[in-house]
């Protein structure tokens, strides 16, 4: 089945300008901004300016420029944020939830950075 984009997600709307953002970096191809709600101290959203849905769409149909600008970006916020290994930053968390068992919540493909403090383990087992 094909990847169905929904242009009226909030992050849509976050691109087209409709709805206010923190932008910590906007390149050709890339935006990112804080998370209204942040869960550590570094919380930003990454997300590509194309019409993609998840982590997956993104890697199967993203054009290579897309792709490589999407990445320098993630590691110009690591190391803007002070969590990149590279100049001593004590490290950080790359996320991607997808889909139902992933629990996404906005249908545009984004990568959570988060850090500024310890994050404990990815997972915890289901009890039991
Ligand atoms: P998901 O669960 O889809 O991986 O994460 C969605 C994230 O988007 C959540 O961390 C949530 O706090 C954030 N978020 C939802 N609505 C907005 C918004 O309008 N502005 C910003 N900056 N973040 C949002």
Redesign the pocket.
């Known amino acids: 089945m094909p990847y169905s984009y929904d242009d009226e997600n909030?992050?849509a709307?976050?691109l087209r300008g409709d709805?206010p953002?923190?932008t910590v970096l906007d390149t050709d191809h890339t935006l990112a901004?804080?998370?209204?709600?942040?869960?550590a101290p570094v919380?930003v959203?990454v997300i590509p300016k194309g019409r993609y849905v998840s982590y997956d769409h993104f890697a199967a149909e993203a054009s290579d420029t897309e792709i490589v600008d999407f990445n320098r970006a993630v590691a110009e916020i690591c190391r803007m944020t002070g969590v990149d290994l590279g100049s001593g930053g004590a490290g950080f968390r790359a996320?991607?939830?997808a889909g139902s068992d992933?629990?996404?919540?906005?249908?545009h493909y984004?990568l959570?950075i988060l850090g500024g403090r310890p994050l404990g383990r990815m997972l915890a087992r289901p009890p039991g």
């Not at 992933?102 to 249908?107: F, K, L, M, N, Y």
């Open positions: 909030i992050f709307k976050i709805i953002n923190k901004f804080e998370d209204i709600d942040p869960k919380h959203l996320i991607s939830n992933g629990v996404q919540e906005v249908p984004h959570h």
